[in-house]
């Protein structure tokens, strides 16, 4: 039973370009989370999302950042116009209807240049 | 607004002894709480998780304790081994939020066994 998969690992992108990230939750997982961790800090929650629906993106930044979750394939968490800030590691996670507990993926590290 | 605190950046411990890793919380609408284990490089690893009904809970070498009057969890390893050695991830779920599993996450502890 394969893990919780996310590609690239790493993805460097120069100022005001997209980046695209790719989460692909483990077998039968219906919900997928992102967060977020900057350099020195602890993780922050992103967004929560279901087949097709957006639960909670109150963790989203109000510009640039979208997440999708579509009935097939991979959630993809897009930034557009990335600033140096943007840059970070960001993790997905995975849980099934009803349970609490949430599985990680091994994260992108996202580097702006 | 920091609503999970790990207060102690750094642990270091004798193999064979034990670690103690400490979280405290504010917000008393956290039912379900939750230990993750991080190496560098990679995601965080679930380890052990309670919920507030509860006051204890044991899987091997690891326990959890809650004390919800004083707002307060515990990790529990022991014996420690030098493989233990990672940051470790206390978190917290919102039973009233506008969506029930958010992962509010503390600080994290470098814990260091050394042989």
């Known amino acids: 039973n394969a893990g919780v998969m996310q590609n690239p690992r790493h993805l460097v992108r120069r100022r005001g370009q997209e980046a695209r990230l790719r989460c692909s939750p483990m077998k039968g997982h219906s919900h997928v989370y992102w967060y977020r961790q900057l350099p020195e800090e602890g993780l922050k929650f992103m967004v929560y999302l279901q087949k097709e629906n957006i639960i909670d993106e109150s963790g989203m930044p109000k510009e640039r950042f979208s997440a999708e979750f579509p009935k097939e394939g991979p959630s993809i968490l897009r930034i557009q116009q990335v600033v140096r800030g943007d840059s970070a590691a960001y993790f997905c996670?995975?849980?099934?209807?009803?349970?609490?507990?949430?599985?990680f993926g091994p994260g992108t590290r996202l580097t702006v240049l | 607004d920091q609503q999970v605190k790990q207060n102690s950046p750094s642990l270091s411990v004798q193999e064979g002894r034990i670690s103690i890793l400490n979280c405290d919380y504010t917000?008393?609408?956290?039912?379900?709480f939750l230990w993750y284990k991080k190496y560098p490089a990679e995601g965080p690893t679930f380890l052990i998780s309670?919920?507030?009904?509860?006051d204890k809970n044991e899987d091997g070498r690891f326990t959890v304790f809650l004390n919800k009057s004083a707002k307060h969890l515990s990790l529990h390893i022991v014996p420690s081994q030098p493989g233990d050695s990672a940051v470790y991830f206390c978190?917290?779920?919102?039973?009233?939020?506008?969506?029930?599993?958010?992962?509010?996450f503390g600080q994290g502890t470098i814990l260091t066994v050394h042989p």
């Open positions: 309670i919920s507030s009904i509860k």
């Open positions: 996670a995975s849980s099934p209807p009803g349970g609490d507990t949430q599985y």
């Open positions: 978190a917290a779920i919102d039973a009233g939020g506008t969506s029930y599993g958010k992962l509010t």
């Open positions: 917000n008393s609408m956290f039912d379900y």
